[in-house]
């Protein structure tokens, strides 16, 4: 059984840092991308970044030189650095692991909280 656990949430100002952690248990039988995606009070889902086995990584434009994402394959573990946070990061931050860097994957974290103080 696959198991993502987050940390790393919290409440910081704007212009902070926050470092998101995702640790994977379990065997995956599928992709091999991990990213996270964040859904904030009243919108939909999106992608936030994400990160092949190879190190193919993806953001979406809003983030693209503010957060950055990284793995340890032999931990299976994803990280998302995030810096000059704005108000607008503000919501649930989820890991996803088994997609391709095309397509969502089947396994989902808790989710974690991040808000961001104007």
């Known amino acids: 059984q696959v198991q993502l656990v987050e940390s790393g949430g919290g409440l910081v100002q704007a212009g902070g840092s926050l470092r998101l952690s995702c640790a994977a248990s379990?065997?995956?039988?599928?992709?091999?991308?991990m990213g996270w995606y964040r859904r904030a009070p009243g919108k939909q889902r999106e992608l936030v970044a994400l990160?092949?086995?190879?190190?193919?990584?993806r953001y979406r434009d809003s983030v693209e030189g503010r957060f950055s994402i990284s793995r340890d394959n032999a931990k299976n573990t994803v990280y998302l650095q995030m810096s000059g946070l704005k108000p607008e990061d503000t919501a649930v931050y989820y890991c996803?692991?088994?997609?391709?860097?095309?397509?969502?994957?089947?396994?989902w974290g808790q989710g974690t909280q991040v808000t961001v103080s104007s």
């Open positions: 379990g065997s995956i039988a599928s992709g091999d991308a």
């Open positions: 996803n692991a088994g997609g391709t860097y095309n397509f969502l994957g089947d396994y």
């Open positions: 990160i092949t086995s190879g190190g193919r990584t």
